[in-house]
């Protein structure tokens, strides 16, 4: 029975049951994925999030499905279309969560970059998502569709689609996915160790948040997917810090 069907004691009551091929550590955007593919591959599964599902970074996005435009300009033409990608699948396979968003790129003289480059960098976009979906929109359009943009020397803007989502509820739906293919989420289950032997994570410790509990778990493979609080959880093991903060 899949971990959508059990109740949270229920789940509490096996954790110790027996070895599970893949523990994940963290409840956003990026755990909830590893849990769904390992599940969607047959694995026992086991998430554990501290806090609620997409407590952290996956539910203060900036809520956008982008492509990699700014991949392009630096470019990167293998990470955009890789981007380019994911975005046309989330919104192919998420109608409702993902949905398109249109963005105005103001043609004003002296902005960078121009018109041109701006054009044919949305000319590669478009080739790599397969289809057009930016146009050139005329002063008197762009004042339509935009009413407060009036930069000096506003001649038009490019109007051009990427898409935007619920970070937050995604996530939920991934893990929803993840529970119907047998995974096993549970919130508020902190893990407050590595288990080592021979220099090899075997498993880990964790506490209920809620009532204090205890429980040692074995684990033939444990990701890490705590996002920024990454090094926390490895530190406690010994190892030296790998992260360096950046404002997203």
Known sequence: MGGFMTSRAEALARLEAHEWDLVVIGGGISGAGVAQQAARQGWSVLLVEQRDFAWGTSSRSSKLVHGGLRYLKEGDLKTTLHSVRERNRLLREAPGLVEPQSFLFADCPGRKPGRWLMQTGL??????????????????????????????????????????????????????????????TLNYVAAS?????????????LQDTLDGKTYGVRARCVVNATGAWADRLRAGAGSKPLLRPLRG
């Open 123 to 184: 000319v590669v976009y478009d080739l790599m998502a397969g289809k057009r979906s930016h146009f050139h929109a005329d002063l008197a359009t762009t004042q339509a569709l935009a009413p407060g943009l009036a930069p000096p020397g506003l001649r038009g803007a490019l109007v051009f689609q990427d898409a935007k989502t619920d970070d937050a509820r995604l996530v939920l739906r991934v893990l929803q996915e993840a529970r119907l293919l047998g995974a096993t």
């Open 193 to 205: 160790g590595l288990r080592l032997e021979h220099g090899r994570t075997t498993g880990l410790d």
